[in-house]
C-alpha cells in the first residue's frame, strides 16, 4: 500500500504513477509493446516473477486494463491519487483476472476544502552544453512544462445548497507539454532531377525499349516528361516540400543541398472528476469520471513525411454503497471505458490521390501519400513515412456487486464481477509503399547499374507492396478493422477467520471464467488437422462457401473452458508476547487474462492480400484480384494463425515472509515468494521439419501443406519458477 503522503513526495520522471511500483520487492522494467505514449515499443513493468502482461490495473475497483495489450490505460495525475497498492501474491479471493493487481483510488472531497496548484518545467535554457573539445555545439531545443490543479470540498451553492456533511465534490485537471527539435542537413532532388535531366556516367537504358534514352549537350539523359508515371507526375508537380524536400544551400562542405528543419510536439491533457453524494444514513452514491487526451505530432520535410498521433481515454463509474446493519454492507458497481489510439501520415489531397489513378484498392480518403524510396547519395526520399496508419479502439464495460458481513471473528466477502471487451483494430498500408534501386533501367545490361531516380520517373518499382481486397472481398466487401470481442465472469468467497487475537486465517475460491476471444464478423482461422496433409478452419461460412477448397471447412470453436476455480489460503501470526514479529505465509492459484493482440488471425487472405508490384508500372496498378485460391501453396506461406480453442492460462504463488520491529519505525522483512506458470501464452514456431530431402523438401514437414508457421495465443507448461 502506497499512501498520498509517498506519491506526492517521491520525486519520478514524468510524475507518472506506475514508477511507483518499481519500489514493489522483484519488480523490473521490460521493452515490449504498449499503447499509453502512442508508440511501440516502450517500458512495461514486471512484478513478482510474473509477466508485464500478467498485471491488472484498476482505477476505484473498475478494469483499466487494456485488452489488446494488457497495459494500463489511464495513468492518473499524481494529485488526483489517494492510495494504490499492488498485490503480486497470496493475496484474498476479492482480487483476480490477473496474477497481479495493482489498484488506485482517486481523492474524495471532504468537509474542507483543500487544493493544490502546481508546474514542473524542463528547459534547453537549464541544461550545459555538450562537450566538444572546445569546439562550439549548437543545443537541442527542449521545452517540457507538465502543471495543474487539484480542488476538493463540499458542493457549495450560495443561496442555493450547502452540501457540508453531505455532497462533496473532487477536481483534477493536468497538462504535459513536451517540444523538442532541430535541424538536420540532408538532400533534395535538384532541378535537374525534377525536370528530368539525369546525370550518370553510365547508360541509362528505357526498358520499353532496350535503348539508352538521349543526351543532352553536358551529358545528362533525358527521361521525357511524356514516359513520366502518373505516380512521379503528382509527385513533382506538388510544390517542393510537399512530397520531396526542397533545396535551400549547401551545408556540410557541399555534401547536402538542403536542411530539414524539425520538431517533435506532444501536449496530453488529463481531468478527472467526482461527486459523492450521502443518502440518510445508509446509503452513499459516488460518480468519478476521467478523459484524457494526448497528441503527438512530428513535423519534418516533406511535409508528406509529416505524422501524428492522438491517444483519447473516457472512464466513468459509479458506486452505490448501502449499509444494512454496522456489520452487512454491500456495495454496487458499473463503470465503462474506451480507449482510442489514431495514429496517421498527413493526409494527401483528394486531387492527388484520384490523379495516382489506383484500382481496386481499399478507400483512399484521408489516405497519406505513397510511401517513395528513392537513395538519393544514400538517403532517402521521398513521399509519406511507411505505413503510417494504425486505428485501435477498445472499450470495456464493468459491473460488479460485493456484499461483507462481519460475524463474530469472521469477516466473509462474497460477490460477482463481468467484464466485456470489445476490440476493432485496423493498420493496414492502403496507399502502399514504393522502392526504386535503378535495376529496371539498367535492364540487364552490364556494366550500367541503372539510376533510381529513372526507375522512379518511369513508375518502375523494384519492390512495392500495398493491402488490398482480394477477389472474395470484392464480391463480398469487408470492412477492414477486425472487431475482437470477449467477456469475463467471475466470483468469489472469502473469510478472514481471526482464530486468535495472535492468528489470522485467511481462506477464499474464485471462479474467473474467460471466453475465448472471437471476431464478431467470423474472420478467424486455426488448423484443421482432420485433413492428414494439414488444411484450415474457419467459422465463416459465406467465405467457406464462395472459396470452396478442400483445405479450407466449416468447423466451430471448442467451447471456452469453464473449470476455472481458485483457492486461496493465508495465514498472518504473531509468536512473541511483544507483538513485534509477524509471520505470513500463503498459497494460491491465480488466473492470468489473454493478450486480444493474439487473436486476428482474420487480417490475412483470402479477405486481404498483399500485392506485390514488382514487376508492374505504377500506372498499371493494381489489378483487380482473383477470387483467391487455397490449396497447399498458399498454406505454406501463412504465418498467423489462431487456436482453436484455449486453454486458461493460471499462476501457482506462494510465500513465506518474517517481519520484525528492530526500532521505532523501522521493521526488517525477509520474504520468500515463488511461483509457477501453467499454460502461459506463448507463440509457437509450428510444424517444424524433422527431416530434410533436397529432392523433396516438404516431404520433412508433419503437416505437408504447410510451411513453419506462427501460431498465436497457444499455451505452453510449465512456464517459470522463482
Known amino acids: 500500500l502506497i499512501s498520498e503522503k509517498q506519491v506526492l513526495d517521491l520525486p519520478m520522471e514524468n510524475r507518472s504513477f506506475n514508477n511507483l511500483l518499481l519500489l514493489a520487492p522483484g519488480a523490473s522494467t521490460t521493452i515490449v509493446n504498449n499503447i499509453n505514449s502512442g508508440v511501440q515499443p516502450a517500458s512495461t513493468l514486471d512484478i513478482g516473477g510474473a509477466r508485464g502482461t500478467s498485471t491488472g490495473y484498476l482505477i476505484d475497483g473498475q478494469t483499466n486494463t487494456d485488452p489488446w495489450w494488457d497495459q494500463p490505460e489511464i495513468n492518473l495525475s499524481l494529485d488526483a491519487i489517494q492510495e494504490f497498492k499492488e498485490q503480486s501474491s497470496s493475496y484474498g479471493a476479492q482480487s483476480g483476472g490477473s496474477a497481479v493487481q495493482v489498484s488506485a483510488s482517486v481523492k474524495a472531497g471532504t468537509n474542507d476544502l483543500h487544493g493544490t496548484a502546481y508546474e514542473f518545467i524542463r528547459n534547453d535554457a537549464f541544461d550545459s552544453y555538450p562537450y566538444n573539445f572546445g569546439t562550439p555545439v549548437t543545443k537541442g531545443k527542449l521545452r517540457q512544462n507538465q502543471y495543474g490543479y487539484s480542488l476538493g470540498g463540499p458542493v457549495y451553492i450560495p443561496k442555493l445548497y450547502k452540501g457540508r456533511n453531505r455532497t462533496f465534490f473532487f477536481a483534477n485537471f493536468e497538462r504535459f507539454k513536451n517540444g523538442s527539435g532541430g535541424i538536420a542537413d540532408g538532400l533534395a532532388p535538384t532541378s535537374d532531377l525534377v525536370s528530368g535531366k539525369v546525370a550518370s556516367t553510365v547508360p541509362i537504358i528505357d526498358p520499353s525499349t532496350g535503348a539508352a534514352f538521349q543526351q543532352d549537350a553536358s551529358g545528362n539523359y533525358i527521361i521525357p516528361s511524356s514516359e513520366w508515371s502518373r505516380l512521379a507526375t503528382v509527385t513533382l508537380n506538388a510544390p517542393p516540400g510537399t512530397y520531396y524536400p526542397k533545396v535551400t544551400g549547401s551545408y556540410g562542405g557541399g555534401l547536402y543541398n538542403a536542411a530539414f528543419p524539425y520538431s517533435n510536439n506532444n501536449t496530453a491533457n488529463q481531468q478527472t472528476y467526482r461527486i459523492d453524494q450521502k443518502i440518510g444514513s445508509s446509503d452513499n452514491l459516488a460518480a468519478r469520471f476521467t478523459l484524457t487526451n494526448d497528441i503527438s505530432a512530428n513535423v519534418t520535410s516533406p511535409s508528406a513525411a509529416e505524422t501524428s498521433s492522438g491517444a483519447n481515454n473516457q472512464s466513468w463509474n459509479v458506486i452505490e454503497t448501502h449499509m444494512f446493519t454496522g456489520n452487512l454492507v454491500n456495495m454496487a458497481r458499473v463503470g465503462w471505458i474506451q480507449y482510442e489510439n489514431l495514429k496517421a501520415g498527413a493526409a494527401a489531397s ?55 458481513w462481519i460475524h463474530g471473528k469472521h469477516t466473509i466477502s462474497l460477490g460477482f464481477l463481468v467484464v466485456l471487451h470489445n476490440i476493432v483494430v485496423n493498420g493496414l498500408d492502403v496507399q502502399g509503399n514504393f522502392d526504386f534501386d535503378g535495376s529496371k533501367t539498367a535492364n540487364g545490361i552490364s556494366p550500367t547499374p541503372g539510376n533510381a531516380w529513372a526507375d522512379f520517373l518511369l513508375g518502375v518499382p523494384n519492390e512495392g507492396q500495398v493491402a488490398l481486397p482480394t477477389g472474395y472481398s470484392q464480391l463480398h466487401p469487408i470492412n477492414p478493422e477486425l472487431f475482437i470481442d470477449q467477456a469475463k465472469y467471475s466470483g468469489y468467497v472469502n473469510d478472514d477467520y481471526k482464530v486468535t487475537n495472535k492468528l489470522t486465517v485467511n481462506l477464499g475460491v474464485r471462479y474467473d471464467f474467460q471466453s475465448d476471444p472471437s471476431e464478431e464478423n467470423h474472420r478467424e482461422f486455426w488448423r484443421d488437422l482432420t485433413v492428414p496433409a494439414g488444411g484450415l478452419c474457419s467459422t465463416d461460412a459465406t467465405m467457406v462457401s464462395t472459396v470452396a477448397s478442400p483445405y479450407i471447412k466449416l468447423c466451430s470453436r471448442s467451447a471456452s473452458k469453464l473449470a476455472a476455480f481458485a483457492p486461496r489460503v493465508g495465514f498472518a501470526y504473531r509468536p512473541f508476547a511483544d507483538d513485534k514479529t509477524v509471520v505470513r505465509g500463503g498459497y494460491g492459484i491465480f488466473f492470468d487474462q489473454y493478450s486480444l493482440y493474439e487473436f486476428q488471425s482474420g487480417n490475412v487472405s483470402p479477405y486481404i492480400g498483399t500485392f506485390n508490384a514488382n514487376g508492374y508500372r505504377t500506372d498499371a496498378l493494381f489489378p483487380s484480384q482473383a477470387l483467391p485460391v487455397v490449396g497447399p501453396a498458399q498454406l505454406g506461406s501463412l504465418y498467423n494463425l489462431g487456436p482453436q480453442s484455449v486453454k486458461q492460462p493460471y499462476i501457482q504463488e506462494w510465500s513465506l515472509s518474517t517481519e520484525r520491529e528492530v526500532l521505532r519505525n523501522t521493521k526488517l522483512s525477509v520474504n520468500y515468494t515463488g511461483s509457477l506458470g501453467i499454460h502461459l501464452e506463448t507463440r509457437l514456431a509450428s510444424n517444424q521439419p524433422t527431416s530434410y530431402d533436397p529432392a523433396n523438401p516438404g516431404a520433412g514437414y508433419p503437416l505437408q501443406n504447410f510451411g513453419t508457421y506462427g501460431q498465436n495465443g497457444t499455451a505452453f507448461s510449465p512456464g517459470y519458477t522463482l
Open 350 to 404: 483528394s486531387t492527388d490521390l484520384t490523379a495516382l489513378g489506383f484500382k481496386n484498392t481499399f478507400p483512399l480518403t484521408g489516405a497519406p501519400f505513397p510511401n517513395i524510396q528513392i537513395l538519393l547519395g544514400g538517403q532517402a526520399c521521398c513521399g509519406a513515412v511507411f505505413n503510417p496508419t494504425n486505428i485501435f479502439t477498445a472499450t470495456s464495460w464493468n459491473g460488479e456487486d460485493s456484499l461483507t
